[in-house]
T-cell receptor, first 113, second 116 residues
Framework: NAGVTQTPKFQVLKTGQSMTLQCAQD?????MSWYRQDPGMGLRLIHY???????DQGEVPNGYNVSRSTTEDFPLRLLSAAPSQTSVYFC????????????FGDGTRLSIL | AQKITQTQPGMFVQEKEAVTLDCTYD???????LFWYKQPSSGEMIFLIY??????QNATEGRYSLNFQKARKSANLVISASQLGDSAMYFC?????????????FGAGTRLFVKA
């Protein structure tokens, strides 16, 4: 089972460059989300989606764009990378329901120079 | 506004002893879900246990139990008989119903060290 697949695993960007972090899941989950993890701050929600064509902002959406054209894919776009966006990014998916846990990808470690 | 607070940045426990990791939350909703996840040094996120806001019994999953005190808005994780493999980061999370579906936020985490 592939589960939640994130690519790339590592990336170094220069300030001002753009990039798309890919996330795909093969579990037919309606719910998908993006988090960033920074030391001492836990996981902070960037954007989330409850199905194809539906997205909403999380706690820290500025500087990031998302779209959900299919159930399987939920890419995260950085339009103009900033050093403050250096972080580990996690994509997660899960079934709709208040009691449904999320399944996480392995993360993308992103450094902005 | 949602908020999850984990006040213990780091905790030490002796192997085979029990340990409690604290979590308090802030919400005005009546229906919500509370989760605990484990993140070992390898980085993956592992779901441990769930508690619903309407559940009257505390949730248990093997050596994990959740001490749910609704009036105090706390959802502490209890790990019994700690093992060396329990050394990891532990995150408390809350899910609420929001426009468009559900929204899950996490606390800052507690790093647990199990001593032999």
């Amino acid at each position: 089972n592939a589960g939640v697949t994130q690519t790339p695993k590592f990336q170094v960007l220069k300030t001002g460059q753009s990039m798309t972090l890919q996330c795909a899941q093969d579990m037919n989950h309606e719910y998908m989300s993006w988090y960033r993890q920074d030391p001492g701050m836990g996981l902070r929600l960037i954007h989330y989606s409850v199905g194809a064509g539906i997205t909403d902002q999380g706690e820290v959406p500025n500087g990031y764009n998302v779209s959900r054209s299919t159930t399987e894919d939920f890419p995260l776009r950085l339009l103009s990378a900033a050093p403050s966006q250096t972080s580990v990014y996690f994509c997660a998916s899960g079934r709709t329901g208040i009691n449904q846990p999320q399944h996480f990808g392995d993360g993308t470690r992103l450094s902005i120079l | 506004a949602q908020k999850i607070t984990q006040t213990q940045p780091g905790m030490f426990v002796q192997e085979k002893e029990a340990v409690t990791l604290d979590c308090t939350y802030d919400t005005s909703d009546q229906s919500y879900g509370l989760f605990w996840y484990k993140q070992p040094s390898s980085g993956e996120m592992i779901f441990l246990i769930y508690q619903g806001s309407y559940d009257e019994q505390n949730a248990t999953e093997g050596r994990y139990s959740l001490n749910f005190q609704k009036a105090r808005k706390s959802a502490n994780l209890v790990i019994s008989a700690s093992q060396l493999g329990d050394s990891a980061m532990y995150f408390c999370a809350m899910r609420e119903v929001r426009r468009g579906g559900f929204k899950t936020i996490f606390g800052a985490g507690t790093r647990l060290f199990v001593k032999a």
